[in-house]
């Protein structure tokens, strides 16, 4: 691929930068190459722009250029990818929030900053294909992504190409990366599975209840976690959220016999919050679907009779109470 005619001023650079034996030496010794491949930064987001070399290596002002201070290779990182921010400033502060720049801050120089996600010369579109996400977090997630590998969203992404299914940064964001351990994103669990669980269109694609949240809502661990993020986020709940019974990133098919969820091994997850229930406890769950005439029948039905029942009882009351006050009216009228 040839360089732009707007971009000729590079080939200045370019001349010295495509030999694959340039380097240079860091204060610890060791060698940083200073090779280009022509080819693929060219390919890339600001190859095939008007973003010329010393848009971003605005120090070098010509030939010699300034040596290197970096003492190692994560040294001079760390200083360079602070560029980026001159272009890319709103994505750049995101990251000031994340949970990398946390960890970084702490003194642990491997948290992934910019050029460790997008590369620094080779950017390309980070989502195509969407999978590159996900591949992207596993260089250092490695132990979760092969947990994700193995669930129904990571097959569905990398088995099948398809694009429905949540990808790292769905969940966890994306320049400002969340704690996932705090007590608000445990409590915002639930609002987050229902970004897609809600999704009639989406769910109807595969045939999925859209009733998940409503039903979780409504039930004692749903109530309970609202009331608490209501008072305060910040304060930590051990009732059940979607992810304790699910699981984290090896969420499995519900009707997978190896599913946390699936009937036979339900009496187990309940155990964990509840050691003493019997083997019959699970079967009081409906499985996030409103009972009706064709699942939870009898459910549906003593619903129905009480719908029916406490109104018809309560309006009989107040009938009666109503007619009972006129007829007293109208007897003091008579005796009158």
Known sequence: MQPPAARSGDQACLSCHNSPELSATLGDGSKLSLFIDTKNFYKSVHGGRDVSCTDCHVDIKGYPHPKLQARNKRDYALTAYQLCRKCHTDNYTRTLDSMHAKVL???????????????AHYVTPPNKPRRRISDTCGTCHSNIYFAY????????????????????????GVHNIHDPRVAAFRAGTPEMCSKCHSDEKLMGKYKISTQVFQTYLADFHGVTVSLVKAENPNIWTYKAVCTDCHGVHDIKKVDDPTSSVVRQNLVKTCRKCHPDVIESFPAAWTSHYQPNKDRYALVYYVNLFYKIFIPVTIGGMMVFIVLDYVRSIVNRRRKV
């Open 105 to 119: 801050a702490g003194g642990n120089f491997q948290a992934p900053v910019c050029t460790d996600c997008h590369s």
């Open 149 to 172: 590998v193995s669930s129904v969203h990571g097959k569905a992404l990398l088995e099948e190409s398809n694009v429905d299914v949540p990808v790292c940064t769905d969940c966890h």
